[in-house]
């Protein structure tokens, strides 16, 4: 094979590598949106208050919800913040059955018609979250028998949901389904908020580090395993041949 054939090999190698290597990180996106709508904008106003019935609610509840906020609101590449603002006389049977516009709103309940923790309607208006309530189920079938962690791990999850973000297929995300567990929130976590929520780079002062146009996730190492020492071999060969034509 003559050196230039080789040379081409090598190129095409280096192209579909990179190539590879790109298609894998916008294949591997995890988070998803809490509708169907791929051009969901989440709420219009970047700050919400969030008030809690706490009607049925056991002791400890609103220091609960109120660490559940922190983790999101802790997130520096979103502009999004929660705000508790107390206590509302406004009940879940006045909520529930329409489509509620208004400021989110937090129940307890004690439901024994489904074995379910938290539940999380949201509703929208074209693009636009305008209305959200929570329940969370104290019931034994739910959490009624559950520690402060596994409350608060329910509590984060659900006000994702709130915030706009659906089910994540990466299994170390609070947003997974089978999460249940935990007050970190993982890198998809991050990157679901700052998809929907970006910083304004302009207004912060800085610039390149607050949007997620396209969730980025880790370049497929297993790939670089495989194609780097392929192409330190082609190399080899190449040289090898290189010789062996100025040696004659």
């Known amino acids: ?12 190698i280096f192209f579909f590598g990179a190539f590879a290597i790109l298609f894998s990180s916008y294949a591997s996106l995890a988070f998803t949106l809490v509708t169907d709508d791929p051009y969901l904008t ?18 400890g509840t609103k220091d609960n919800l109120k660490d559940a906020i922190k983790v999101w609101n802790k997130v520096e590449t979103s502009r ?18 329409s489509d509620y516009s208004g400021d989110p709103l937090v129940f307890c309940v004690f439901d024994t018609s489904g074995s ?12 636009q979250i305008v209305g959200a309530v929570i329940r969370l189920n ?15 791990a329910v509590m984060i999850h659900e ?3 709130m915030l706009g973000l659906g089910h994540s297929d990466d299994d170390r995300a609070i947003m997974s389904y089978g999460r249940s567990e935990g007050e970190i929130l993982a890198q998809d976590d991050v990157d679901g908020i700052t998809y929907l929520y970006p910083v304004d780079e302009l207004e912060e002062g800085f610039l390149g580090c607050g949007r997620v146009d396209v969730p980025p996730s880790p ?26 034509v100025y040696a004659t």
């Open 80 to 97: 999004f913040k929660y705000v508790y603002k107390g206590t509302t006389d406004t009940t879940y049977a006045e909520v529930s059955g």
């Open 116 to 127: 379910f923790s938290g539940i999380t309607n949201v509703s929208t208006e074209g693009a």
């Open 1 to 12: 094979m003559s050196s230039a054939a080789i040379n081409i090999i090598l190129k095409l």
């Open 219 to 244: 370049p497929n190492m297993s790939f670089l395993i495989i194609f780097l020492p392929l192409l330190m071999l082609f190399r080899l060969r190449l040289r090898q041949k290189r010789v062996l």
């Open 159 to 161: 006000f994702g949901h």
């Open 42 to 59: 989440g709420w219009h106003d970047m700050k919400q208050n969030i008030y809690l019935n706490e009607s049925n609610c056991p002791s």
């Open 138 to 152: 104290y019931d034994d079938s739910g959490m009624g028998r559950a520690d402060d962690d596994y409350i608060k």
